[in-house]
């Protein structure tokens, strides 16, 4: 399984704080792609230009690999400090 | 010594800090530093023209302090640094409220006020922080500046 989190803003406008799902991608493109498919604000918000993504609470890339175990977080441009 | 993890103080609190005892603790028995900077981060009445009443910080629990303590990790291979003490607060806080501390020391000023500079910088682009204005009108979430993502990458 692969727990995936979502913040801040996203959260909201998806209505979901956190899900599980089966690891049967390969990579966060993948997971993105497979997300999308959950509805119209799923596929507008968790684009790659608009949603920032870290595995294991490190930042990542597109290309990042995925295994069983990984919490996966989405979030918008943070805006600390 | 430099390098001591006890060197380096990281916080992710919903508690007020308090500026005289953080000073303390930086210059407290530290007689090889000749230098302390540090900045003190508030919440402000207006933003974009926006009448603010407060804010709530959410953050992202697992992932805060180790984004945080992989900042200062960049900031000590970068510069000869003493003490570095950086706390971040959360939670709703009220106009004037304080919400950030970066304190560092070292021997010679230059390396105490990049390494604070570049803290910042980088804090307000890699750490994962959201800020929720409360206003008038209704809340809101605050979007990310370009000005932010452009002073980060210039490290």
Redesign the interface.
Known sequence: MIKV?F???LR?VLGCANLELEANVRNIAELRAQLAQKGQSWQEFLASDKALV?VN???VNEDCALNSGD?V?F??????? | MTNAPQQNHISVQQQDFDLAAEYQALTANNQSDGAVVHFV?LVRDNNLGRQVQALE????P??TS??LSELVDEARQRWDLGRVRLI?RVGKLGLGEQ??FVGVTSKHRGSAFAACEFL?DQ??????????EHTQQGEH????RESD?VKAGDW
């Open positions: 989190l913040f801040a803003q909201e870290a609470q490190t930042l919490e977080a979030f918008p441009p943070v805006t600390g400090g | 981060g910080l959410e953050h992202y697992a992932m180790k984004a971040h919400i950030v910042m804090l307000k682009t890699r750490a994962p922080f959201w800020k929720k979430w605050i979007e990310a993502r």
